[in-house]
């Protein structure tokens, strides 16, 4: 018997609708209706001849937690391996929906702050396994009578760890054959590989980028992420002056707000000082504290908005942003964290 087909392997699909002499609008309503519209498997499937050699999914939905304070969803998802991954569904007061997704299990950068950068291990996720959790997520949202706006790469992984599949990905979402979404709601965030930067800026012009930045002290830096050795401060000032050029367009800087270590008004001037002559719109972020770094701390909220006034005062854009999802973060986390860590320990006995 055959093996079925992901929904999400266009080529594959293409030969299976030759087979079978299928009418290539068997195929566009089969993709409209799961992924444009994000109806049910069974709804999707319905009118298609093929039905039972279609794959929707590569992930199992393990958990969801849904905040009892906002509007966060935290979804738990199984890959083929077994291992654990996260996205979060963000529905925020305004009405927008937004979904943050993963590109790994686990992350190299492994920075200080980061649950994730603490699992010792990194393994690349497929493209459809990226993609996956956008179709649930907006299955999700559809039972709720929401769309689904933004796709942010903001979580687990450094998604220019994997480059190839997050290309992919991209292309598949902004296909209008597939997911159709536009480039600019789709958002990539990285923790400064430059040279990846840069490719991403030329092939994707319309794609935003941001870039966690958290010190423009090269020490500091290094200090909270271990990659801007290679890749430091220098390099990436000029990085993000040619993404501007190819993209013409403001580039996103996050800043992780770390009491006593990046927080001062003195950080917040020199900030603005690199940021001279840089298209960027600057987020500060409330840091939550994870039980494996207990040495850092966040930053008081009046302590944020002074830093933040420093910024504007010097003609820098500035969003203090709110975290959402609190009350879920830490504890599935680590679960993941720890859940990962055992299997990757079997996988070796």
């Known amino acids: 018997m055959p093996e079925n087909i992901s929904i999400f392997d266009v080529p594959a699909i293409e030969q299976l609708r030759k087979e079978l002499r299928l009418d290539p609008q068997h195929v566009r309503v089969l993709r409209n209706r799961l992924l444009k519209r994000f109806l049910a498997d069974e709804t999707a499937l319905a009118e298609f001849p093929a039905s039972d050699r279609i794959d929707c999914h590569t992930l199992e939905l393990f958990r969801r937690c849904d905040s009892q304070i906002d509007g966060a969803s935290k979804l738990l998802f199984k890959t083929s391996a077994g291992m654990l991954i996260e996205s979060v569904i963000l529905r925020i007061a305004t009405g927008r929906t937004t979904l943050c997704v993963s590109s790994q299990v686990g992350c190299a950068a492994a920075c200080d702050f980061c649950a994730t950068g603490k699992m010792g291990i990194a393994q690349n996720l497929s493209a459809a396994e990226i993609l996956d959790q956008v179709l649930q ?3 999700i949202l559809a039972t709720e009578d929401r769309r689904l706006q933004n796709v942010v790469f903001m979580g687990m992984g450094e998604p220019f760890h994997n480059e190839g599949n997050l290309y992919d990905v991209v292309e598949t979402l902004t296909a209008s054959h597939l997911f159709d979404r536009s480039p600019g709601s789709i958002l990539v965030s990285t923790v400064g590989v430059a040279d990846a930067m840069l490719r991403f800026a030329e092939r994707f012009p319309m794609v935003n980028l941001a870039l966690s930045l958290h010190s423009v002290d090269q ?6 992420i271990p990659l801007a050795k290679k ?5 990436l000032r000029m990085a993000l002056q040619e993404v501007n050029r190819i993209q013409q367009r403001e580039t996103m800087i996050e800043y992780l707000m770390l009491a006593d270590v990046n927080d001062s008004l003195d950080d917040a001037r020199q900030l603005a000082e690199w940021l001279t002559g840089i298209d960027a719109h600057v987020n500060l972020i409330p840091y939550n504290a994870i039980e494996d770094s207990p040495h850092l701390s966040g930053t008081a909220r009046d302590d944020i908005t002074a830093f933040a006034d420093v910024l504007k005062a010097a003609g820098q854009k500035t ?3 709110y975290s959402l999802g609190s009350d879920i973060a830490a504890a599935c986390g680590q679960l993941v964290r720890k859940e990962n860590r055992q299997r990757a320990i079997d996988s070796h006995q």
């Open 231 to 235: 890749y430091p401060l220098d390099q």
């Open 319 to 321: 969003t203090v942003r």
């Open 219 to 224: 020490l500091t830096r290094e200090g909270i």
């Open 137 to 139: 997520a907006g299955q």
